[in-house]
Each structure stands twice: as C-alpha cells, then as structure tokens.
C-alpha cells in the first residue's frame, strides 16, 4: 500500500498543474496571454487528465515496487528524475531536460 500513498502524495502537483492551466485558460479567455499555441483544447484536456496521472504512475508508483532492489537512497531518487527528464527530450529543448530533472529531484 506504501506505493499507492506515494503515488496519491504526489497528486498534489497534479493538481497544482490543474490549477496553472485554469490560470492560463482564463488569460487566454481575457486575451492577456503571451503564449502562442497551436495546441487545441483537447491536446490540454489529454494532457492533464491522462498524461500526467500516467506520468505519476509510471516514474513514481512503479519504481516505488523496486524500492528492495535499489538499496541506495539518492540512486533510487535520481534514477526515476533522469528517465522522467529524458522522456522530454522528443521537445529538442534541453532546458525543457534540465529543469524536468531537477523538478523530479526536489519533488
């Protein structure tokens, strides 16, 4: 049960993701946004309501199952942040890399 208490503790930055798209939505709605998408809203609906829980799953539920096999404490932190980081390397911003590695570090 320890894997699914992991998984529901770090919903809170899935909701926090629900709420930054909220903001942003509102902008865009009152023309205040200085984004420029070619994104459609389905592409955001997808992304925050099936991509991100998947997301969740996969880099912290199911490397919480390998806990036993992974005796050291900071390689078990800094395994799932590099492949989370390297899933984002199809964007070709290595920034985009980086700060996706150092958020799965802090988080």
Excluded: A, W
Excluded at 16 to 24: A, D, M, P, S
Excluded at 27 to 33: E, G, P, S, T
Excluded at 64 to 79: E, H, P
């Amino acid at each position: 049960m320890i894997y699914f208490h992991n998984y529901l503790y770090n919903m809170k930055f899935y909701i926090l993701t629900i709420v930054g798209i909220l903001i942003y939505v509102l902008l865009k709605i009152f023309n205040l946004d200085k984004y420029n998408s070619d994104e459609t809203i389905y592409f955001y609906l997808f992304y925050i309501f099936i991509s991100c829980p998947i997301q969740e799953f996969l880099y912290r539920g199911v490397f919480g199952y390998f806990d036993k096999l992974i005796t050291n404490k900071y390689m078990f932190l800094i395994l799932p942040s590099l492949m989370y980081s390297f899933v984002h390397i199809i964007y070709k911003d290595y920034l985009t890399c980086i700060l996706t590695l150092f958020l799965g570090i802090i988080n």
